[in-house]
């Protein structure tokens, strides 16, 4: 066989092999989440800078799908919590958003800081999530559109993550959606 056919495989092989392990990893955190005597060390960190930098490592794949980014962040907003944690729920729902996006979409990330409530909005325009599946999204292992493929769509971990790490910090998660205008994480 050719050098070329083999590097074909051994790139899937690659491929996959990364696939498993970003699944390991989500196992991981799930399962230290839930271990109760496990708790993050919480400390006071800059809410909105930590946002704007994360959202900053979104630019390239928001400009090669031709998604429009618009932010709206308070800032000065300071939080006691997780700083890590938090960083990655802000991945998962952009990471979210970018794939539930369509080219020529936008993206809407705001924060606002009310008294001793913060919230975080990412709102994202697609075809929406059905009122059916709405609560279950934050569920282990589902996806509320079958029709995606693994390779492209996850294992449906990533919301189950999210959620797990917001009630670390005493907070709800939600999501609101418009069939086939916009969907919003809050």
């Known amino acids: 066989e050719t050098v070329k056919s083999q590097a074909r495989w051994i790139e899937y092989i690659n491929f996959q092999t990364d696939r498993m392990s970003n699944l390991v990893d989500d196992m991981l955190a799930l399962a230290r989440i839930d271990y109760i005597e496990t708790r993050p060390l919480f400390s006071r960190f800059d809410l909105s800078k930590t946002l704007t930098s994360t959202i900053l490592s979104f630019e390239a794949v928001l400009f090669e799908n031709s998604i429009t980014l618009e932010t709206q962040i308070q800032p000065d907003v300071f939080l006691n919590g997780d700083s890590e944690g938090i960083e990655k729920v802000i991945n998962i729902l952009m990471d979210n958003a970018i794939k539930n996006t369509p080219t020529q979409g936008s993206i809407t990330v705001r924060l606002t800081s009310d008294k001793n409530k913060v919230k975080i909005m990412i709102n994202n325009t697609g075809p929406g999530i059905p009122a059916e599946h ?45 069939p086939e205008v916009n969907t919003s994480f809050i």
């Open 134 to 178: 709405l609560e279950k999204i934050f569920e282990r292992f589902y996806r509320a559109d079958t029709s995606r493929a693994r390779e492209n769509g996850g294992y449906g971990l990533g919301l189950a993550i999210a959620k797990s790490i917001v009630e670390q910090h005493r907070g709800k998660i939600y999501a609101r959606s418009n």
